[in-house]
């Protein structure tokens, strides 16, 4: 805290993105290509940023007190949501155009009522 302001340091990413794990689980900071994801992804570290489109459906699972950067990403989920917010405390930043496409009666991005309380702040930054 500084004077009463909130600084959250930014992350710097690698040039080329990393492919997404074959489990789908992204617990290490770094930048991911969505296109080599096979399924929904769950985001289990801060760090984290994804880019590029995704080939299948899927849904982006934001776990508690997890902040997630979207930069330059399309994310694209015809039969639900396309980003799932799965705890308090959540964070959506997005750097650049972004897209969460989901199919009829889903929201692009979901955040869940319900006990316990679930929380998601975003913030938009210039590209």
Known sequence: MLGGLAVTPMTAYAAAPLNIPANNEIDTAGLYDLSTATGNITVTVNGVALTGTNSVNLTVIINTGITLTLKGA????????AIWVDGAGCGLVLIGDNSATSGPGYAGVCVQEGTPTRSLTITALAA
């Open 74 to 81: 399309s994310i694209t989920n015809t039969g639900g949501n």
